[in-house]
T-cell receptor
Framework: ETGVTQSPTHLIKTRGQQVTLRCSSQSGHNTVSWYQQALGQGPQFIFQYYREEENGRGNFPPRFSGLQFPNYSSELNVNALELDDSALYLC?????????????????FGAGTRLSVL | SQKIEQNSEALNIQEGKTATLTCNYTNYSPAYLQWYRQDPGRGPVFLLLIRENEKEKRKERLKVTFDTTLKQSLFHITASQPADSATYLCALGAGAGSYQLTFGKGTKLSVIP
């Protein structure tokens, strides 16, 4: 097990609603990344947080936002849900910014939250 | 734009043979490359990391090569077993200062007993 837990496991929402997904990182990991994985695709990077601040963002609109808390938990919020937001949302923690050690960017993934937007 | 291609969506192989998976990329200069395994309903699990200045890395029955001239990585599983059946993802990292991983679509490997 990776020590990363996500909740809920599954979620069904309707278009236009808002959703909050939660993640508990491995203890001691200061960096958390969120990914969206559509069916049959690889994970797509949404954004990354390091010590409670956003530290990089992929090609996702501002209605995707996040928070990271000092207790190694984090949230992904999505507003104004669209049908195309239906996907598996993955949270991954790592031990910190690389700072010369690439091993620190090995991602430890949770099992994901399956979001269905109807 | 950056593009990562994994050779095929699905690969079937007989138990005991060597499975070889390919990851090609364009418009990208990765500092390192990682391989992950993903089982149905689970998140990806890290397998191996190889840096741009390394040619080959091994871990037990796994071997990965990285050719920055060809812009290609090969991932080998020797003496494959049915338990190796999963989807394998390659992920590229730009290096220090950029911690985003860019993933390929994955190759679903099935090892037939």
């Amino acid at each position: 097990e990776t020590g990363v837990t996500q909740s809920p496991t599954h979620l069904i929402k309707t278009r236009g609603q808002q959703v909050t997904l939660r993640c508990s990182s491995q203890s001691g990991h200061n960096t958390v990344s969120w990914y969206q994985q559509a069916l049959g695709q690889g994970p797509q990077f949404i954004f990354q947080y390091y010590r409670e601040e956003e530290n990089g963002r992929g090609n996702f609109p501002p209605r995707f936002s996040g928070l990271q808390f000092p207790n190694y938990s984090s949230e992904l919020n999505v507003n104004a849900l669209e049908l195309d937001d239906s996907a598996l949302y993955l949270c991954a923690s790592s031990s910190g910014l690389a700072g010369g050690s690439l091993a620190k960017n090995i991602q430890y993934f949770g099992a994901g939250t399956r979001l269905s937007v109807l | 734009s950056q593009k990562i291609e994994q050779n095929s969506e699905a690969l079937n192989i007989q138990e005991g043979k060597t499975a070889t998976l390919t990851c090609n990329y364009t418009n990208y200069s990765p500092a390192y490359l990682q391989w992950y395994r993903q089982d149905p309903g689970r998140g990806p699990v890290f397998l191996l990391l190889i840096r741009e200045n390394e040619k080959e890395k091994r871990k037990e029955r796994l071997k990965v090569t990285f050719d920055t001239t060809l812009k290609q990585s090969l991932f080998h599983i020797t003496a494959s077993q049915p338990a190796d059946s999963a989807t394998y993802l390659c992920a590229l990292g730009a290096g220090a200062g950029s911690y985003q991983l860019t993933f390929g679509k994955g190759t679903k490997l099935s090892v037939i007993p």
